[in-house]
């Protein structure tokens, strides 16, 4: 697992080492929909964009 | 065979909900010509096919019941019509074909063809009666190709009804009006259910009747209300709130039929494999969730690890427009068959 900081609440959130570049995860201590990204080779966490809304039985 | 033979050939056989039996044929052919190990039908009709013997259990649920109303269907260069395409024998069809594609070393992979999905469900209920163990489930519902459904809102449907003893529509004062009664019970129902976003508890009149004469109170009305709230909100807590009004306004309340909310976890194996499935061919993932309910709603109590996934737009469904795009139905095999790999590997949890 890696380590790095959540972007919403800053505390650490622990990242399986296979997260792919663009992979969504939830952050269960404060509930945070975030975004891996790759910058400079270094796996980084952003806020994920909103869940959207889609209608549909 | 390519998914849109297969799809176009699903189509081409109608089969609302109650009829699924007109396409045992061409299941059991689309079990040979596919090249699954195992395939039947089970107590209830379901079909199911399966491949592989490993301990881990995946499984693929489409459904291949539509709404009723038979559509014309027909296929060009680029897409796929007919009723089902988008809601949901597209995303059944992408199912088949990939679980037919994909190698399983460590799993048992299942796809079933559900019944009365749009109806009351008997196919899904079956299977949670037999509680077969089931490890990781995808449904098979159309999320727009790039996206994944991890939550569904519950749905109440109740029947609320009024007496009165009539009376002249010249002196509405002296009567006992049932109408007005009812409309009273609605009007609070509605002030209090009344979002506008899915977070939030939702009604809707679909069903009024009242009264049989221009000059008559009416001594009888009866309304069919549906109730749709988010996984935060208690089943239980609405069925109280709805009593409390229709006892205030001298109403009767009959639940007619319930389905509980699920909301799943972004981080759990299934959501992931998808998401995964997705950014490994070349899409940018959405996370959504469905303001209806699904096969979902009851699977759930199978195995937590759940999500919907599929080609087609579901603004489409139950429409006379359902038509699902070649583009969208071939890259939905390969995520799913990118998913079922990933699920099989067992790394994601």
């Known amino acids: 697992m890696v380590k790095l900081i959540c972007p919403l609440c800053s505390s650490t959130v622990e990242i399986p080492d296979d997260a792919l570049d663009g992979e969504l995860f939830e952050h269960d201590a404060c509930g945070a929909q975030v975004e891996v990204y790759v910058e400079e080779g270094k796996k980084k966490l952003r806020l994920a964009e909103g869940i959207s809304e889609d209608w549909g039985e | 065979m390519d998914v849109g033979t297969l799809l176009f050939r699903l189509l081409n056989v109608y089969s609302p909900s109650g009829q699924e039996s007109r396409l045992e044929p061409l299941m059991r052919e689309f079990s040979r010509e596919l090249a699954y190990d195992e395939f039947e039908r089970d107590t209830v009709g379901n079909y199911v096919f399966k491949k592989g013997s490993g301990d881990r259990v995946i499984m693929l649920a489409g459904h291949v019941d539509t709404i009723p109303g038979e559509l014309n269907v027909s296929r060009s260069e680029d897409s796929v019509s007919g009723r089902g395409a988008v809601d949901a024998k597209g995303p059944f069809a992408a199912m088949l ?22 109806g009351a469900g008997t196919g899904a209920l079956s299977l949670l009666e037999r509680r077969p163990r089931i490890d990781h489930i995808i449904i098979g519902e159309p999320t727009g190709v790039t996206g994944v459904a991890i939550s569904y809102r519950g749905s109440l449907t109740v029947m609320i009804s009024a007496k009165g003893r009539g009376g002249h529509s010249s002196a509405p004062y002296m009567g006992d009006s049932a109408l007005d009664k009812l409309l009273d019970a609605l009007y609070d129902v509605r002030t209090i259910f009344n979002g506008r976003r899915y977070e939030e508890e939702t009604s809707a009149i679909t069903v009024l009747k009242a009264g049989d004469w221009p000059s008559k109170l009416p001594e009888y009305a009866e309304a069919i209300v549906n109730i749709r709230f988010p996984p935060s909100a208690q089943l239980s807590n609405i069925v109280s709130k709805l009593e409390s009004i229709t006892s205030l306004h001298e109403c009767t309340l009959s639940v007619l039929d319930s389905t509980e909310p699920y909301s799943s976890s972004v981080s759990s194996p299934v959501p992931r494999a998808l998401v995964r499935g997705l950014i490994m061919n ?41 038509k699902v795009s070649l583009k969208d139905l071939e890259l939905a095999v390969r995520v799913i068959r990118s998913a079922v790999s990933e699920l099989d590997r067992g790394h994601l949890g």
């Open chain 2, 97 to 118: 074909k990939a679980g037919s594609d994909v190698e399983v070393k460590n799993s048992t992979l299942v796809v079933m063809g559900l019944v009365d999905e749009e």
């Open chain 2, 282 to 322: 070349g899409q940018r993932p959405k996370i959504v969730k469905k303001t209806g309910s699904s096969d979902m709603n009851v699977l759930f109590k199978l195995t937590r690890d759940i999500a919907a996934y599929g080609p087609g737009n579901s603004l489409l469904a139950h429409t006379n427009y359902e």
